[in-house]
């Protein structure tokens, strides 16, 4: 299986400019997570979905959109790039057992520059 | 949701038993406890989760105090591909995790 796929690896953006940033998982999860991680720092949440056709906010979802149209994919749409969005974009899902959610498995991230 | 604290960072010798500590002296009767870990460059990678109970598992076992009030994740025999961030998370229902900085482990040949 491939896992949860992200493309792509590296994108220099200038300000201003949008772009989607893709993600597909082939493990039929219903979950699936937007992180960003700034230099030195921890996993912030952006968005997530707990299956298709629905979405909602995580921690800092200014400047971002989502969808989900099907289970596998879910993409991050950046519309007006601002320097504050440099940084590196992780994919996530994950499905739900009996007793909670499975251990997320992560993509292999973006890479993202503004400037 | 409920806070954790973690040693920004620690060193081990390879082929050395590792112990990763974790305080959440808040922990809620749901929260279960959840470990991530991040190689460089990579996204993170689970590695293992528990409510009350140790748990084990083919990459680390996790001993939990028996307050709850704090864990530790073991790594029995440390190996250089070991060396990585490890999170400590706590969650009701593994949903909308928060990762914080973590412990850089260092392994020393």
């Known amino acids: 299986n491939a896992g949860v796929t992200q493309t792509p690896k590296f994108r220099i953006l200038k300000i201003g400019q949008s772009m989607t940033l893709q993600c597909t998982q082939d493990?039929?999860?219903?979950?699936m997570y937007w992180y960003r991680q700034d230099p030195g720092m921890g996993l912030k949440l952006i968005y997530y979905s707990v299956g298709a056709g629905i979405t909602d906010k995580g921690e800092v979802p200014n400047g971002y959109n989502v969808s989900r149209s099907t289970t596998e994919d879910f993409p991050l749409r950046l519309e007006l790039a601002a320097p504050s969005q440099t940084s590196v974009y992780f994919c996530?899902?994950?499905?739900?057992?009996?007793?909670?959610?499975?251990?997320?498995?992560f993509g292999s991230g973006t890479r993202l520059t503004v400037v | 949701d409920a806070k954790t604290t973690q040693p920004n960072s620690m060193e081990s010798n390879e082929e050395e038993p590792v112990h990763l500590p974790c305080n959440h002296s808040t922990i809620s009767g749901t929260d279960y406890i959840h470990w991530y870990r991040q190689l460089p460059s990579q996204g993170p990678e689970y590695v293992i989760h528990g409510l009350t109970s140790n748990v084990n598992n083919r990459m680390a076992s996790l001993a939990i105090a028996e307050d709850r009030k704090s864990s530790t994740l073991i790594l029995h025999r440390a190996t250089l591909r070991d060396a990585a961030v490890y999170y400590c998370i706590l969650s009701p229902h593994n949903e909308k995790l928060t990762f914080g900085t973590g412990t850089r482990l260092t392994i020393i040949p």
């Open positions: 493990m039929n999860h219903n979950y």
């Open positions: 996530a899902s994950s499905v739900y057992r009996g007793t909670g959610l499975d251990g997320y498995t």
